[in-house]
C-alpha cells in the first residue's frame, strides 16, 4: 500500500541511487556480464578499496539487485550474480546505454545549427512558427 501512495518522484529518486556513488556503474558492469567473486571483480575495478567494493556489493544484496552465494569451503568462497531484478536492470541500463550513444553530441548538433534557439512568431494568419533567434 506504502508504494501506492508514494510520491513516483520520490520512488525516482531512490532507483537513481542504484547508480550513485563512486564505482557503482564500474561493480555494475562487472556483474552484468556475469557471476564474479569478490577477488575478480577487485581486479576489474582498478583503484577500487575493498571496503567500498564490499559496501557496493551489500548494497546492491539489500536491494534486490544481486544475491551473494557462500559456499561451504576452506578457503572461503563467494560469488555474485544478479538476481531477476538485476537482470531487468541490465536490459534497462542496455537500453539507456544505446539511446545516449545514438543521441548526437550537443557540440555536433550546435555546428550544424541543429541547437539553435529558436523564438515563436506569429504570422498573420494566427498560426504559430518558429524562427531562429538573433
Known amino acids: 500500500m506504502q508504494a501506492l501512495l508514494e510520491d513516483p ?7 537513481l541511487k542504484l547508480l550513485q556513488g563512486k564505482y557503482s556503474a564500474r561493480v555494475l ?7 564474479r567473486r569478490f577477488g575478480e571483480l577487485k581486479r576489474a575495478i582498478p583503484g577500487i578499496s575493498a571496503k567500498t567494493l564490499s559496501d557496493r556489493l551489500r548494497f546492491y544484496t539489500q536491494e534486490g539487485i544481486v544475491t551473494r552465494i557462500s ?3 576452506l578457503p572461503l568462497r563467494v560469488e555474485y ?6 537482470e531487468q536492470l541490465r536490459s534497462i541500463m542496455s537500453q539507456l546505454q544505446h539511446l545516449l550513444d545514438s ?3 550537443s557540440a555536433d548538433e550546435a555546428a550544424n545549427g541543429e541547437n539553435t534557439p529558436t523564438r515563436p512568431t506569429l504570422r498573420l ?3 504559430l512558427s518558429s524562427r531562429v533567434a538573433g
Open 103 to 105: 543521441a548526437p553530441d
Open 125 to 127: 494568419n494566427g498560426s
Open 29 to 35: 558492469h562487472q556483474l552484468f556480464q556475469g557471476t
Open 71 to 73: 559456499y561451504n569451503v
Open 81 to 86: 550474480h544478479l538476481t531477476p531484478k538485476g
Open 9 to 15: 518522484g520520490t520512488r525516482l529518486e531512490r532507483n
